[in-house]
């Protein structure tokens, strides 16, 4: 051996064994506010609860009110304020003295792959890898509830003086406002916002715990499983590694740094960073934000010394042409499983609607929006931003297309308008599968036809009676089928349609109720949605109802109207029932959003009892605390099991703020 050797030897050799019976519940906690010589082995634990996903404990902690160092008379003073006078099963202290103390966790780190709790025993090192290092602080939390208590009493000292008041507040103005249509970046910014963090922190359960002292038995046992249970090596082959993976596992390789170029807001498009992009980006990011334009113009926004034959490649990616100008694919606006933003509608069936939109364009210069609704059967938000997008509306004249028709284009690309006609051609006889329609009943009445002859008066006469009679024919037809008389062979297949994308109007009460024969079962459709939700306000329903209409496949009779009051009927007359829960007068919510409605039975019978009760006290108060329903179920039923209590609470209700609101009902 080398002389330089002596100077290091090996002492020990020592075999590292990867334990794993804990690797997801090992946490390591924390007190940077207390010295490590006064610990809380000793202390009495009264409670403990966790949130796994968010890494986010709880402790409850006595306190000695008896020590010398404690101030008894700040305690009471310190209860006084948090629970008032009035005993309730819900207050914080309820020996009138802050007996207690909470302490929250906050992560000290959120990855935790570099740490382990090692135990050493018998020549053998035992490595468990950390879930989460939690820092644990004292909550105050009570605090908040003191201020709480203090601005209810203000709020009783100030409120509800006068009638006269109360009538004054009746009469005041409303505004009403609509949201716009949510960007992608302002999504982005909402799930960021603290208060989108603070919601969805309270949408996760928790998860109550046991705690187990130091020298308790069943620690001892737990402490157990920080040894590996097999130590021949067939369950740590992650330590067995290469010298150069190890290396690399030490030192790996440095990455280089993307530099990531800042977002602007979504209407603003800088054309100095389009111009970096590559060309048939370029015209994607153009065309995505103008929607529809000249090849003229197009390539006056390119770069200059585009190839205009590149320029045209590029743009028969992303664009079709209508009337001599290029308008954006409906692919690209509406990417595969997206969804709507304005009525949460799949991105297939937009596409498709869309695309009935421009090829209506393609054969005339004005289009009428209820026609296209009749057709698309699509909310009438949505086909307002269809027509957006290339047309601009008239007075009595419809929508017409934007652009003058670029007959120049035309002529000059012969082929590639050529192209362009063939493949309207392809998407023509799609959409005439898809909605059940001909070409010849979209012809220009300004249209000249070939052949033209001429008709004298006594032959248009007679073409006229003909086509009143064939018109009345079809008429008889349609209302046979709608009263359910068809073969047997032809069973219908009706759906109701939302006329201009909204319920109301009228429809025959025969398929509304689900009574007619072979027709649209409303009652299925009730009977589904509310044995899958339990509650809904009208307004959900209402969506979900339109959500379903539009996946109607085309080709199907179907219902022209459906009205607010025949969907509340359909609702109550299957085992539903409608809860007036009394709103604060300054509620933010909408009528259709105050109507909620309910599953009263389901068949089973204990179930149907505790959602009653539940039923029944929102019918006093729009919200409720957890404890207000556990008291009443226990003095209605006893005992009740804490799963079947979050079960209720998780079908019909939605947490916020620490109170318990039904679903749909909840302020934003």
């Known amino acids: 051996m080398a002389s330089g050797d002596d100077d290091d030897p090996i002492i020990e050799e020592i075999d590292v064994y990867l334990a794993k019976s804990l690797t997801e519940n090992l946490y390591l906690l924390q007190y940077p506010v207390r010295p490590s010589a006064m610990n809380y082995d000793d202390v009495n634990h009264l409670a403990a609860k966790i949130k796994p996903k968010q890494q986010r404990l709880e402790l409850e902690m006595a306190m000695d009110a008896m020590s010398p160092n404690y101030c008894r008379s700040k305690g009471e003073q310190i209860a006084l304020n948090v629970d008032g006078t009035t005993y309730d099963e819900t207050n914080t202290y309820s020996a009138k003295i802050m007996d207690k103390q909470t302490f929250s966790s906050i992560q000290a780190t959120t990855n935790t792959s570099r740490y382990a709790a090692a135990v050493f025993r018998k020549g053998e090192l035992h490595v468990t890898p950390l879930t989460g290092i939690l820092q644990m602080r004292p909550s105050f939390s009570y605090l908040d509830k003191a201020d709480s208590k203090t601005r209810e009493r203000e709020a009783e000292k100030e409120g509800g003086d006068s009638s006269q008041d109360e009538a004054e507040e009746e009469v005041k103005a409303i505004t009403v406002r609509f949201a716009r249509p949510e960007s992608e970046q302002a999504r982005q910014r909402r799930i960021q916002s603290y208060e989108f963090l603070q919601r969805k922190q309270a949408e996760e359960p928790w998860v109550h715990l046991r705690y187990h002292g130091l ?55 800088s054309m100095a960073q389009v111009r970096t992009l590559p060309l048939a980006e370029q015209v994607k990011t153009l065309m995505k934000n103008v ?58 069936v937009l596409c498709r609607g869309r695309d009935f939109v421009m090829w209506r364009f393609t054969m005339e210069r004005t289009v009428m929006r209820k026609e296209v609704t009749a057709v698309i059967k699509l909310p009438p938000e949505d086909v307002k931003e269809f027509l957006e997008h290339v047309a601009v509306p008239r007075v009595n004249r419809g929508w017409e297309f934007r652009l003058p028709t670029d007959a120049d284009f035309n002529r000059k690309h012969a082929d590639i308008a050529h192209r362009q006609n063939m493949l309207w051609t392809g998407i023509q006889s799609k959409l005439e599968k898809v909605f059940n329609f001909s070409k010849e009943d979209y012809v ?225």
């Open 291 to 348: 929607k529809s334009m000249p090849f003229a113009n197009l390539m006056g926004l390119l770069a200059p010394g585009t190839d205009s034959t590149a320029a045209l490649r590029c743009i028969q990616q992303v664009a079709l042409l209508v009337q001599g100008n290029w308008v954006v694919k409906s692919d690209v606006l509406y990417p595969k499983n997206t969804f709507s933003a304005l009525s949460g509608v799949p991105a297939e």
């Open 215 to 269: 020298k308790d038995s069943r620690s001892e046992h737990e402490r157990q499983y920080l040894y590996c249970q097999s130590v021949d090596g067939s369950q740590n082959s992650e330590l067995v590694k290469t010298p150069k993976e190890y290396l690399a596992m030490l030192m790996p390789p440095q990455a280089e740094e993307k530099v990531v170029q800042p977002a602007g807001p979504c209407n603003v498009l």
């Open 444 to 668: 220009p009445k300004s249209c000249p036809q070939p052949d033209a002859v001429h008709v004298s008066g006594e032959q248009r006469l007679r073409m006229a009676q003909e086509r009143a009679q064939s018109h009345q024919s079809s008429l008889k037809k349609e209302l046979a089928a709608r009263r359910g008389v068809c073969r047997d062979d032809e069973p219908m297949d009706t759906a109701p349609h939302l006329a201009n994308g909204s319920v109301n109007g009228d429809a025959g009460h025969a398929n509304a109720n689900g009574n007619g024969n072979g027709a649209f079962d409303l009652t299925d459709f009730v009977k589904s949605i509310f044995g899958k939700y339990f509650v809904l306000t009208l307004c959900e329903f209402k969506r979900l109802f339109g959500l379903h209409v539009a996946s109607v496949p085309a080709g199907q009779v179907v219902m022209q109207s459906m009205s607010d009051f025949m969907l509340q009927n359909a609702i109550l007359q299957n085992d539903c029932k409608q809860i007036h829960v009394p709103f604060p007068s300054q509620t933010t919510l909408g009528a259709d959003e105050q109507k909620v409605f309910c599953l009263w039975e389901t068949g089973d019978e204990s179930s149907d009892k505790l959602r009653h009760v539940l039923f029944e006290l929102f019918s006093k108060n729009y919200r409720i605390k957890r404890a207000v329903l556990q008291t009443k179920l226990s003095q209605a039923f006893g005992d009740v099991p804490k799963t079947d209590v979050d079960r209720l609470l998780k079908e019909c209700c939605i947490s916020a703020s620490g109170m318990w609101y039904l679903r749909g009902t909840c302020p934003s």
